[in-house]
């Protein structure tokens, strides 16, 4: 029996726990697909809550496609939970020299200022799921309490405030880190690009996933480095194996170990662990991209790689611009042994980012409003991938695979040979779509009929028809 003489707060989540205990009778068997749940009243009187309680309960297994509503007829176990689309392949790179995907990365980023534009390339949250205004009344406060109202130049390792909250955040997952360990940066890419310079130089080879998120190639090839890329699980991320029979080749390791983009993998932690020490056995560095921990759908957090960094090789990277603030571009690097050459690079660029958006993000930290806000973040996006991964069962073509990421942003979606999908994207453009063609992940010539989807967007019955557009879009096409 659940009791409603709660304090408030766990009032709010009360409907949680209603909804996952009938969500765990629908994953065990106990109801099964087409099976009618009791109605909410009932529901009402079992747990002897409200009747608002029980259809917030309701409402999160719908949006969730555990169950769904017939007109007169009640709640039902959902149809849905018996589709099966496939995964996409593993990756098969192979060693034939590196191209650039041409203007495709400008062409991609130029359609994001179209106006009206169904932004399904876009691997951000829907602004309404951002707490703006409590960000905009912490900016208010920090102009009326910094010293200098943000003005002053900031020193090179950032914000002490916003380091100190990050080593606690870190905690989480058992990062052990100090305020020292911590460089703030202007986002993840910033990071990335310290973190390759650092540990890299011209003419040195890095070996990263295929398919791997398309500006670490951009700043690998401006950097002047080669790229091998390795064999991909879309559920499990590289293959560690395939990494050690290229040890002998490369300087640098660059992964996004958790919810990778864009396939959204997750290594397991025993690769995690064997990768680690594979590398700090060669003294390889490690540059993970660590940008989509936060956003997980299961009860727990996955680990980074940091984690099981005993000697200083790995460069743990992220920031708040896929949770909290994407423009504020506020990131941060732990960089192990090479803290003093990123802290020489930065003062050599930047000297220092804007303070005032580093304490507007310590400062949300701080309380468990952070934690707050992810929770819903997490549930929205969580509910956001299944509407998509529904609507793709539904309006694409037979054979469509596509991923199951279990946190982040993105669905990896691999179509029919027949299906270009830069050809795909020039079309879907005039009907105000805008998708990821797959050929942007890549310096090799693979994934011409893969695409990159975000569930960014909150879903809504617009979003509903773009998705069976595309689908039409595609289906013309074979």
Avoid at 235 to 255: E, F, M, N, R, Y
Avoid at 371 to 378: C, F, M, Q, T
Wanted: proline share 6%; aromatic share 8%.
């Amino acid at each position: 029996m659940l009791s409603e003489t709660y304090p408030a707060s766990k009032k709010e989540v009360l409907y949680l726990k209603i909804a996952n205990i009938l969500a765990q009778q629908i994953r065990s068997g106990v109801l099964k697909v087409g099976d009618k749940l009791p109605s909410i009243r009932t529901v009402e009187k079992i747990y002897q809550v409200s009747i608002n309680t029980a259809k917030q309960a309701y409402m999160e297994l719908e949006k969730k496609g555990f169950i769904e509503a017939r007109p007169k007829s009640g709640y039902f176990v959902s149809s849905a939970l018996q589709r099966k689309l496939s995964v996409p392949s593993v990756s098969a790179p192979d060693t034939a020299e590196a191209r650039e995907p041409g203007d495709l990365l400008k062409k991609a980023f130029d359609s994001l200022s179209i106006p009206g534009m169904t932004q399904l390339s876009f691997g951000v949250p829907d602004p309404s799921l951002l707490p703006v205004e409590k960000l905009n009344r912490s900016v208010v406060k920090m102009l009326r309490t910094l010293p200098d109202s943000g003005l002053a130049y900031d020193t090179p390792q950032g914000s002490f405030n916003l380091r100190k909250n990050i080593c606690h955040w870190a905690f989480v997952w058992g990062g052990n880190l100090r305020e020292d360990d911590i460089i703030t940066t202007s986002g993840t890419s910033n990071a990335f690009y310290n973190a390759l310079m650092a540990t890299t130089k011209p003419g040195d080879t890095i070996a990263v996933e295929s398919p791997v998120y398309f500006n670490l190639l951009q700043i690998a090839y401006s950097l002047g480095l080669k790229v091998i890329e390795l064999p991909t699980h879309p559920l499990t991320g590289i293959d560690p194996d395939a990494l050690k029979s290229v040890l002998h080749k490369i300087q640098a390791c660059a992964l996004i170990s958790n919810f990778s983009n864009p396939l959204g993998s997750c290594m397991p932690e025993e690769h995690k662990k064997a990768v680690v020490k594979m590398l700090a056995a060669r003294g390889i560095p490690l540059i993970e991209d660590d940008i989509y921990g936060d956003i997980f759908f299961n009860d727990k957090r996955p680990v980074p790689c940091k984690a099981y960094d005993e000697e200083g090789m790995v460069l743990w990277c992220s920031s708040v611009s896929k949770t909290l603030a994407p423009g504020y571009r506020v990131g941060w690097v732990a960089p192990g042994k090479y803290k003093d050459k990123i802290l020489r690079q930065k003062l050599l660029q930047t000297i220092g980012i804007p303070s005032l958006y580093q304490e507007v993000v310590a400062d949300f930290m701080q309380n468990g409003r952070y934690e707050h806000h992810l929770r819903n973040l997490r549930r929205a996006l969580h509910a956001n991938s299944l509407q998509y991964l529904s609507a793709i069962e539904e309006f694409f073509p037979e054979g469509t695979m596509v991923s199951r990421p279990k946190g982040g942003f993105m669905l990896w979606t691999e179509l029919d040979k027949r299906v270009n999908t830069v050809d795909l994207f020039e079309t879907a453009l005039k009907y105000k779509i805008s998708i990821t063609p797959g050929r942007m992940f890549t310096l090799q010539d693979q994934f011409y009929n893969c695409m990159r989807l975000s569930y960014g967007l909150n879903w809504t019955p617009e979003i509903r028809d773009k998705l069976s557009l595309l689908g039409r879009l595609i289906k013309n096409m074979i």
